[in-house]
């Protein structure tokens, strides 16, 4: 594992996430009240760019397609795919995955994310 500088910290103002390409990996990186987190860009479900969804409730990644929610700091699923109605009709093949994160330190006004 190595650790990659991604950006500088005022690349992504405090609320707000941006995806990145690093080390041959989409990764997103967030931008929360108590500091930086980074996971896999897409989407475990199927595979939405989660860059383009929202966050919510200061610490939960929204997928924009089927809202699916995930803890950003653990990755783990809070709701899954609900969205439109019917959609849990996929779920049966596409179950619940949390997502993959990322450690990210913070250093001379540079974020690190370890790949
Ligand atoms: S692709 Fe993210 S919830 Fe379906």
Known sequence: MKQHVVCRTD?????????????GRNIVVYHLADGFYATQAS???????????KIVDGCKVQCPFHRARFDIRTGEV?????????????????????LTIYKVTVRDGSVRVSI
Do not use: S, Y
Not at 11 to 23: D, L, N, P, S
Not at 78 to 96: K, M
């Open 78 to 98: 809070i709701d899954w795919a609900n969205f439109p109605v019917g959609i849990q009709l996929l779920n049966a093949v596409r179950g619940q995955k949390p």
């Open 11 to 23: 690349e992504i103002k405090r609320g707000h996430m941006k995806a990145f390409q690093v080390a």
């Open 43 to 53: 989407c475990t479900h199927v595979f939405a760019p989660l860059a383009r969804g």
